[in-house]
């Protein structure tokens, strides 16, 4: 058991893989390839018989350099360090922090490759995995990366999971969360707990037990709030984890509802402004000129007739 410590000074409880199954697993590669550039070989050469010498040994070289080289790149960048050897032996290459490996990678442990395994039949290889305490060759120093255990033991997989909670700190469990302040605990540490939480079924136990006491105590030390007693220190993080994410889904549909409603309000794209209606202003004059009064907004758009006069009382002759 080796360990890695990452960005985040998280140590991680990989188990490198050792000499015999890298060896084992590079042997497969490179029967595989050795075989389907041969196949590839015939094909091209008997698909075009009237190739010169010069051409036939370009052709070669060509195939030579894609299926040695350009091949195990391609799988080991498209398959985040799996190749179909050590898909087989259960390895895989990561990066120094754990992470997965990106081109440059996998591009410079090929071109190493080539030197230490191919032209020297592995004995660069193998006596510099010898001497690295993590069973690193060449490739794996100037890429920066490592060959690790995917697979471990069913035994030690059983042994890994996490304990169970007691239904009755369910109840305690719940009002502790929600009394909780995260906001002093950095992005860091919720990466680095992320990351513990993601590769639980490939640590040792002992080494996760000890991580995840570890990083409870740094989350204790932030929140100002002790785990509760009885639980795990892994299923308690797995509880914060889950509390910190609930929180930031609240407030995410919070803006949302937030948004919608700002643009119900929101005038329609193209259409045209209308300013609110201003108040009535009589117009301006000198002082003493009449002014007319201001027609009411629910006059009637048209008058009634006028009334007739009332009867006097005198009648005309007839």
Not at 209 to 223: I, S, Y
């Amino acid at each position: 058991m080796d360990d890695l410590v990452t960005g985040e000074a998280v140590v991680l409880g990989l188990r490198t893989a050792k000499v015999p199954s890298r060896a084992l697993a590079i042997a497969l590669d490179l029967a595989v390839e050795t075989v389907v550039l041969a196949a590839t070989t015939t094909v091209v050469l008997t698909a075009v018989p009237g190739l010169d010498e010069a051409a036939a040994a370009a052709v070669l070289l060509g195939l030579a350099v894609f299926f040695l080289l350009g091949v195990p790149v391609l799988v080991e960048t498209l398959s985040r360090g799996r190749s179909l050897g050590k898909l087989a032996l259960g390895l895989r290459v990561v990066r120094a922090d754990g992470g997965p490996v990106r081109f440059r990678h996998a591009l410079v442990r090929g071109l190493v490759a080539v030197l230490e395994i191919s032209m020297t039949m592995g004995a660069v290889a193998v006596v510099a995995s010898v001497v690295s305490p993590q069973g690193r060759r060449l490739g794996d120093v100037f890429a920066g990366t490592l060959v690790v255990r995917e697979r471990l033991p069913m035994a030690a997989r059983r042994q890994s999971d996490l304990p169970p909670v007691h239904p009755g700190l369910l109840h305690a469990i719940g009002e502790h969360l929600v009394a909780l302040d995260l906001s002093a605990v950095p992005d860091g540490l919720w990466l680095a707990v992320r990351q513990l939480l993601g590769r639980l079924g490939q640590l040792d136990p002992a080494v996760a037990a000890a991580m995840a006491g570890r990083l409870a105590a740094d989350v204790v030390g932030r929140t100002g709030r002790p785990v509760p007693y009885g639980v795990h220190p892994a299923a308690y993080l797995g509880a914060v984890l889950t509390e910190r994410q609930r929180r930031e889904w609240e407030r995410a549909s919070e803006a949302a509802r937030r948004q919608a409603g700002s643009a119900a309000y929101a005038p329609a794209a193209g259409a045209p402004f209308a300013p609110p209606p201003a108040p009535f202003a009589p117009p301006a004059g000198p002082p003493g000129t009449p002014v007319a009064p201001a027609v009411p907004a629910t006059a009637p758009l048209h008058s009634a007739p006028p009334a007739p006069p009332a009867p006097s009382g005198f009648a005309p002759p007839a």
